[in-house]
Nanobody, 116 residues
């Protein structure tokens, strides 16, 4: 079955960096676009970034495109989100997602807290 497992979250000070990972299994990873989303307490889930199957095209939400970088390693079935210059407003649960046919698959999330 499809599984997406995020890791790499934690507590970081403002201005710091984190790299999130999402390990995928149960499908042919290299054929599918992967995305990161986040959800802050009391807010709706929002799209962060996406990457095409080959990794050749990446897209970002405007508020994050200068600080975040999405990448993937198809040999390791893993997608990454490098987050730099973190701000308190980046505090959220971060999720990876893929769409296979008509179905969306989500990971369980990893918590990122930006606080001094």
């Amino acid at each position: 079955q499809v599984q997406l497992v995020e890791s790499g979250g934690g507590l970081v000070q403002p201005g710091g960096s984190l790299r999130l990972s999402c390990a995928a299994s149960g499908f042919t990873f290299r054929r599918y676009t992967m995305s990161w989303y986040r959800q802050a307490p009391g807010k709706e889930r929002e799209w962060v970034a996406s990457i095409t199957p080959s990794g050749g095209t990446t897209t970002y939400a405007d508020s994050m495109k200068d600080r975040f970088t999405i990448s993937r390693d198809n040999a390791k079935n893993t997608v990454y989100l490098q987050m730099n210059s973190l701000k308190p407003e980046d505090t959220a649960e971060y999720y990876c997602k893929t769409v296979l046919g008509n179905f969306e698959y989500w990971g369980q999330g990893t918590q990122v807290t930006v606080s001094s």
